[in-house]
């Protein structure tokens, strides 16, 4: 039968003992200089050397080169007490918690007086001293306080408060610790080294957790795993498997998908984690101890090195980039509901019900009225409002000279040489009174640089024996691409969810990274939200950003990314929050033909002959020019317009939801004053009358 661990690397001196430097030192010293007391008192968790330490102790005062603190290890007293040796008749062990009463303490008390055989010192090591009753105590409360000159007491106990207060008080008292994990990561792989055996590192912190810092607890958990090993060594997921612990990739999953507030992912990882039949109450405490890790890595960005959080590199990175994108309050909040469901389940006979009402409470903040979930809101809410500062400054660059009206691009257009009229491309439709009279202007935005121009809208077709309308320029045909035809087939990527892209996701953006960085300063506030195919949606803060990011170059740079992560072609969508298309999809390949607002009906045009063919405006006269009469010299030409008369002055584009506001009719009307291109004033009744009935389909009830 093999020894166990935490027998066979039982300390057998001070120098040997780990983590309990605070104990060991001040004992050395006291052996040193012979300063050595009647009854000692030590006390601790369980685990973490007390009784080694009373063995030690016994063992370096019957040295025959003691006291000393550092026994010889070869004399007859320090083989006896080595850690497997046979023992010496001048040392009493005795287990308080099996031999508690007035009698035992009497027959020891009894012993006390009875000389050492071999050795120095009789020393009575008393363990689990807390259980000795107060009778018994009392009884060995003489011997206590005047003991006999070779005789030494030595208590050891996990609970102090509970021995005698007149026995504490004639006791030196020395508490003892936890290991803190550096030092027993340490011890554990100090044990693997000399065992031979090879064990991955991402096993050490589980192993660390599961003995709770005490140093045999621990030696027990790595002697179960070193027995069930293959040749392979001992690998994370065969400890995984035999701990009971929750996998690391699930803690991922969840910690990702509430920052995403994705539901259906949270409540999937809870249904894989009870069908593989994990406990609920260890997930719930497992996922405390992440959120632990997460604010102590949002509150202290060098805890990994300071040794406050003890995971493997590349799980640090991934706990910072989780760590930003919850943000503190809300950290604080998830810690705070996981810690109360902790509470609630013990007893419990539904813990799957509370963990997952705990974890419907995490995503819905604005289901409570608590402070802290107002708090979270709240920096939610500043998060969007930061991010949607930063993309505004960035969309000024292209906005500008997409998204303003034609009036104000006409005086920067006209310096272009060789620049088309856009005159031609934008068209005034009336569209047939149904219940309620429109007025409708139909344009098409400008397509982007790289993408092919869309062609013009038709015109609808005349009624008969109206005139026909006069014709602009002749434009070019430009071949575009139909709207029915198929996009290329693209090549499978593999199947993958939001929540295995979410954990590569810190790899495709440093290669985005690589490539462009422009486009990965904005992927700071993406969120992968689906993954269908190989089609990957992104939500984006705001709708600026989406827009952004849907740009066909942009798009570009994150499909390649992925194509080096996770290869084969892919191609990228961004959406403003956590779904809908805000942003328009961005392909991972050439970008298709924007996509234009769909035009309402039209109806034949109403005969207007006074608006259709004008022939080229004279030169008029300083008497046709001013009727007032006053001075000949020619009116100066207003500047801004165009040096041929286009059919109809050019309508300014439409707002977002198709209507046509008093600003766009007030800056057509100040593009012609006049209401024609030519000719003297006319009356402001009659213009109105007729802007009335050519726009709106009015008709005048006079008849005339």
Not at 361 to 373: I, N
Not at 403 to 406: E, K, S, T
Not at 632 to 635: K, L, R, V
């Given at each position: 039968m093999a020894l166990a661990l935490y027998r066979r690397y039982r300390p057998a001196t001070f120098a040997e003992v780990v983590g309990q430097e605070h104990v060991t030192e001040p004992l050395r010293t006291a052996l040193s200089a012979g300063r050595v007391n009647h009854a000692y008192l030590f006390s601790g968790p369980r685990g973490c050397g007390k009784t080694s330490s009373a063995r030690i102790l016994a063992r370096s005062l019957n040295c025959v080169q003691g006291p000393t603190p550092d026994p010889c290890g070869v004399c007859e007293s320090c083989v006896a007490l080595a850690p497997n040796g046979p023992g010496s008749l001048d040392v009493t062990e005795m287990d308080a918690a099996s031999h508690n009463g007035v009698d035992d303490a009497r027959e020891l008390r009894d012993r006390a007086h009875f000389a050492p055989v071999s050795s120095r010192y009789r020393v009575f090591i008393i363990d689990e001293a807390h259980m000795v009753t107060t009778a018994a105590f009392n009884a060995l409360l003489k011997v206590v306080e005047e003991p006999p000159e070779h005789l030494i007491f030595v208590f050891a106990t996990t609970e102090p408060d509970k021995v005698l207060t007149t026995i504490r008080s004639r006791t030196h008292h020395y508490p003892f610790r936890l290991l803190?994990?550096?030092?027993?990561?340490?011890?554990l792989e100090r044990v693997c080294t000399e065992e031979g055996v090879a064990v991955e590192p991402a096993v050490y912190p589980l192993v660390v957790r599961a003995g709770g810092g005490s140093a045999r607890d621990s030696l027990s958990v790595l002697d179960q795993l070193l027995a069930g090993a293959g040749d392979e060594g001992v690998t994370y997921a065969h400890a995984v498997g035999l701990l009971g612990v929750t996998d690391v990739a699930i803690l991922d999953d969840v910690v990702d998908a509430l920052g995403a507030q994705d539901g259906p992912a949270v409540f999937g990882a809870v249904d894989r984690l009870v069908e593989a039949g994990h406990d609920p109450r260890r997930f719930a405490a497992d996922l405390l101890q992440r959120l632990r890790d997460l604010i102590l890595v949002h509150a202290v960005p060098d805890a990994g090195e300071r040794g406050l959080v003890d995971v493997p590199a590349d799980e640090l990175e991934r706990m910072v980039d989780q760590a930003a994108r919850l943000g503190p309050a809300a950290l604080a909040r998830h810690a705070e509901l996981v810690h109360t469901a902790l509470t609630e389940m013990r007893g419990a006979t539904a813990p799957r019900l509370l963990l997952e009402l705990v974890c419907a409470?995490?995503?819905?903040?604005?289901?409570?009225?608590?402070?802290?979930?107002m708090v979270q809101r709240l920096e939610g809410v500043e998060r969007r409002l930061a991010l949607g500062a930063q993309g505004g400054g960035a969309a000024t660059e292209d906005g500008a000279a997409r998204?303003?009206?034609?009036s104000q691009r006409s005086g920067a257009?006209?310096?272009d040489e060789g620049a088309p009229s856009r005159a031609g491309e934008l068209d005034a439709t009336v569209v047939p009174p149904t219940?309620?009279?429109t007025a409708t202007v139909a344009s098409r935005d400008e397509p982007p640089r790289d993408a092919p121009r869309p062609e013009a809208p038709r015109?609808?077709?005349?009624?008969?024996?109206?005139?026909?309308?006069?014709?602009g320029p002749a434009r070019p045909e430009v071949p575009t691409r139909p709207a029915s035809e198929p996009a290329p087939a693209r090549e499978a990527a593999g199947a993958i969810d939001a929540s295995a892209l979410r954990r590569v996701w810190p790899e495709v953006m440093n290669q985005v990274r690589e490539r462009n960085k422009p486009t990965h300063a904005l992927l700071q506030n993406a969120t992968v939200t689906a993954v269908e195919g190989t089609t990957v949606t992104l939500g984006m803060p705001t709708p600026p950003l989406a827009r952004q990011l849907s740009q066909p170059n942009r798009a570009d740079h994150v499909a390649a990314a992925l194509g080096v992560v996770l290869s084969g072609q892919w191609s990228v969508q961004a959406v403003h929050g956590a779904g809908g298309d805000a942003g328009g999809p961005g392909r991972g390949g050439r970008a298709d033909a924007p996509r234009s607002r769909p035009e309402p009906p039209r109806r034949p045009e109403r005969p207007a002959p006074e608006r259709q063919e004008r022939p080229q405006r004279p030169e008029r006269t300083a008497t046709e020019t001013s009727p007032r009469g006053g001075g000949?010299?020619?009116?100066a030409r207003r500047p801004g317009r165009p040096s041929e008369p286009a059919d109809i002055p050019p309508p300014p584009e439409p707002p977002e939801d198709g209507e046509v506001t008093e600003e766009d009719m007030y800056a057509e009307a100040a593009a012609d004053p006049g209401g024609t291109s030519g000719g003297a004033r006319r009356d402001p009744e009659e213009a109105a009358m007729e802007l009335l009935t050519s726009q709106l389909g009015a008709r005048r009830v006079d008849g005339r």
């Open positions: 803190p994990p550096s030092t027993l990561r340490a011890l409470r995490m995503l819905l903040p604005a289901a409570s009225s608590a402070d802290a979930a998204f303003a009206r034609p257009s006209g310096d219940d309620r009279p015109e609808a077709p005349a009624p008969p024996g109206a005139p026909a309308r006069s014709e000949d010299a020619p009116p």
